[in-house]
């Protein structure tokens, strides 16, 4: 489950793109987390998410709202917010800090941006994970730029198939940009693919 | 997952673009599931990409069911209780105390991103490492291995095709150029990509057990990570020897 570990992507596309997951542990803090994880949620949706989302019931665009995401939402979820600055993490850690709800919260995004977020939501990194990228038969990958939109969903639920589809119809304008965006977002249930940044992306594959 | 071929009208570029192993496929005038190819991800179930309703899952008994806990994230595994790939890896260490000081850990994903692998690669991918790693107990691809010193998995799980696989374990930092070595060469013998991570407690200087490591041995990782923010509680306590 390194679903945001390995996003491909430039610093300056990676500067707006930030994942914030709490979850709780199996024997430890899992009984009773459903409120907590939602207290997560909802203490980031004061920041502007741009996606909410939970593994095991399905993100915001696809299940209608973020409330509808809550409501769903049961003991042991996998509670995502996505962000696509760092001032917003940065309010919604400070506050979820001062909350102490005692679920594991985990941030990917460019690692020193990051660490740097922690220090201004005066927070100390316990551990850190970092992708070595991608090893054997890499011909079999699609091109860099259509890897970036692609890698946005760890778990593959937007296949470059459906990325093909979209561009399609942006040409032949029967979507625009941003709802082509919206509609790659939908099967990523994590809630962690970034529709204002797959619409930077679309914009310059066409 | 099957296609009420009665029902099907034929559309089947509104379904097969969710599709990410191109398991849905024509035949005649109506889409079929390519079963050796599907991997049971519930994507195109999930989706409302068919007006008609067609899709429709199948009571799926082992060892196809493997398919389904290694390819739709929403499934939990009851073992772990993790959905996605079934392991919680780094992401709950603050609790767990799973990679320690002077360790790190890997997490070799095969089939990421988006191609899909056989359980015939994850397995070599296992006993390329097997000398060099005591593999997480809590995980999916260990449950099913045979024996944890050979990396070998179970027969009956070996034909199996699924969507992505996390081979993982725990490693003390001198071996991490052993480790990469033996990545590097199985690389070459598999049918399919694996995406690298490590992971590890960070220092009270903030550094990582294995960055000077992998910087003299000549790897770039990244710039994106993953931090866990240490805000768990009951909180996992280790001294820095």
């Known amino acids: 489950m390194t679903h945001t570990l390995h996003r491909t992507g430039t610093p300056i ?65 996998i509670a995502h917010a996505h962000f696509d600055n760092k001032e917003n993490l940065i309010k919604s850690l400070k506050e979820i800090r001062e909350a102490d ?42 091109d860099k730029k259509k890897l970036d939109i692609h ?30 965006a919206v509609e790659l977002t939908k099967p990523c249930v994590c809630g962690v693919f970034n529709p204002t940044r797959a619409a930077e992306l679309l914009r310059r594959l066409l | 997952m099957r296609i009420i071929q009665e029902e099907c009208r034929g559309c089947i570029e509104k379904c097969s673009v969710y599709c990410p192993t191109q398991a849905i496929i024509r035949d005649d005038d109506v889409a079929t599931i390519d079963r ?30 493997f398919r389904r806990a290694m390819s739709d994230p929403i499934t939990v595994d009851n073992r772990t ?64 291995m045979k024996d944890t010193k050979t990396g070998k998995l179970r027969e009956d799980i070996l034909g199996e095709f699924v969507l992505s696989a996390i081979v993982e374990g725990d490693v003390l930092i001198e071996k991490l150029e052993a480790v990469l070595a033996a990545l590097k060469e199985v690389g070459g013998e598999v049918e399919t990509v694996f995406s690298v991570g490590l992971s590890s407690r960070v220092y009270p200087d903030g550094s990582l057990v294995f960055k000077d490591r992998l910087a003299r041995l000549g ?3 990244y710039l994106c990570g993953k931090t866990n923010v240490g805000l768990a509680k009951p909180a996992f306590v280790e001294e820095l020897r």
């Open chain 1, 13 to 77: 596309d990676q500067a707006a793109d930030y994942t914030l997951m709490a979850m709780a542990t199996k024997d430890a803090n899992l009984k009773g987390s459903r409120e907590k994880l939602v207290g997560v949620l909802r203490i980031c949706l004061k920041h502007n998410p741009i996606n909410i989302g939970d593994t095991q019931q399905g993100d915001m665009y696809l299940l209608g709202s973020a409330e509808e995401v809550f409501k769903r939402m049961v003991d042991g979820a």
């Open chain 1, 101 to 142: 709800l005692g679920m594991s919260v985990i941030v990917t995004g460019l690692f020193d941006e990051v660490k740097d977020c922690c220090a201004q939501a005066k927070l100390t990194p316990h551990t850190a994970a970092l992708s070595l990228g991608i090893w054997g038969k890499t011909e079999l990958l699609p």
């Open chain 1, 151 to 180: 890698t946005m969903c760890g778990h593959a639920m937007v296949p470059v198939a459906l990325l093909d589809s979209v561009i399609a119809k942006v040409k032949q304008q029967k979507l625009t940009i941003e709802e082509a």
């Open chain 2, 36 to 65: 050796d190819r599907c991997v049971e991800c519930y994507n195109c179930y999930r989706m409302p990409c068919c007006p008609y309703d067609c899709f429709e899952p199948e009571d799926l008994a082992w060892p196809r069911s």
């Open chain 2, 81 to 144: 209780g993790v959905s996605g790939r079934g392991t919680a890896e780094m992401k709950t260490n603050d609790v767990t105390g799973r990679i320690r000081y002077g360790h790190f850990g890997i997490g070799v994903e095969l089939g990421r991103p988006g191609v899909g692998t056989s359980m015939r690669d994850v397995e070599k991918v296992c006993i390329a490492l097997a000398p060099h790693i005591s593999f997480e107990p809590k995980n999916p691809v260990t449950y099913v």
């Open chain 2, 219 to 221: 790897y770039t990782p």
